[in-house]
């Protein structure tokens, strides 16, 4: 069973930067494409980002487009989100996944990733 375990969030002010984590165990990480997610409160979930299992594509949601960066090492099956220049609007439990099907592209909805992390929360106040 996959395990996805997000770390890195926490309270900041607007303009600032925080790295996110996600460590996966319990599969074979570097052949599945990582995708992140994020639910604000009283809002459904979006995609924010996604990199797929080699770490060469990478796309990402306009709202977030040159202020965040995703990547991967596989050889600490860890998925990471840099965040830079961070918003109030940014503020959500940002969730990292894996894909459902490996060595496939994923997209950017939910139902493409099969495996979820339990969140972190990202506070940016104004």
């Known amino acids: 069973q996959v395990q996805l375990v997000e770390s890195g969030g926490g309270l900041v002010q607007a303009g600032d930067s925080l790295r996110l984590s996600c460590t996966a165990s319990g599969g074979t990480f570097g052949v599945y494409d990582m995708g992140w997610f994020r639910q604000a409160p009283g809002k459904e979930r979006e995609f924010v980002a996604r990199i797929s299992y080699k770490g060469g594509r990478t796309t990402y949601a306009d709202s977030v487009k040159d202020r965040f960066t995703v990547s991967r090492d596989n050889a600490k099956d860890t998925a990471y989100l840099q965040m830079n220049s961070l918003r109030p609007e940014d503020t959500a439990v940002y969730y990292c996944?894996?894909?459902?099907?490996?060595?496939?592209?994923?997209?950017?909805?939910?139902?493409?990733?099969?495996?979820w992390g339990q969140g972190t929360q990202v506070t940016v106040s104004s």
């Open positions: 996944a894996q894909s459902r099907a490996a060595l496939i592209a994923a997209g950017p909805e939910s139902r493409d990733y099969q495996y």
